[in-house]
């Protein structure tokens, strides 16, 4: 798991991600082939990102909010969403359950966890928002969301004062390096 500060392009973050799998599986760049692909029209001008490993499919995810950008890299599928907590307040999301809101108790830091989560576990699962929000119910508390009768471990951050980072990778441990401004910040659930 990777934080910087984003290129001045999305080719720059895509750079940043075969540079980020190169690191993870210790190989020379010129070894990575990594873009995107929409999974329903084929498209690679969008959709979701991908990597290989001479040949070897690596899981990959990324995402961006503003100033940030958070790269996951793994063995397996996993999901990534960074987002800042200002504008997740902002936002008039109806996306969350009544048990979210329920245990959120109007923190907008738990909230904005709410909503990286559920992104992350969309992400990891593959179809991201073509799935209704609402069919993933998440406690952050206890770095888990429900989605499709089964239970998916989370990891959930606080890199700094205005930013919350979920991965959803089944349970691998995370580690997060090449943090912005201050370090990780502080572990906001169990998580993985």
């Given at each position: 798991m990777t934080l910087r500060t984003p290129g001045p392009d999305r080719a720059a973050d895509r750079e940043a991600l075969v540079a980020?799998?190169?690191s993870a599986t210790r190989v020379e760049t010129s070894a990575v082939?990594?873009?995107r692909v929409c999974p329903h029209c084929a498209g690679t001008d969008h959709g979701r990102p991908w990597a290989s490993v001479s040949g070897a499919a690596v899981g990959v995810s990324l995402s961006r909010a503003p100033g940030v950008v958070a790269i996951a890299v793994g063995p397996g599928p996993l999901g990534v969403d960074v987002e800042r907590v200002s504008r997740v307040a902002a936002a008039p999301l109806d996306?969350?359950?009544?048990?979210e809101l329920r245990r959120a108790a109007?923190?907008?830091?738990?909230l904005a966890a709410t909503w990286a989560a559920k992104e992350a576990v969309l992400k990891r699962?593959?179809?991201?928002?073509r799935v209704d929000p609402l069919d993933v119910d998440v406690e952050v508390a206890a770095g888990t969301a429900w989605f499709?009768?089964?239970?998916?471990p989370l990891t959930v951050l606080?890199?700094?004062?205005d930013l919350v980072?979920?991965?959803a990778a089944g349970g691998a441990a995370v580690r997060v390096t090449g943090s912005r401004g201050g370090g990780t910040g502080g572990v906001i659930s169990g998580g993985a």
């Open positions: 980020a799998v190169a082939r990594a873009g996306a969350f359950t009544a048990g109007g923190d907008p830091t738990v699962d593959g179809r991201g928002l499709e009768d089964a239970v998916q606080r890199p700094g004062p980072l979920v991965v």
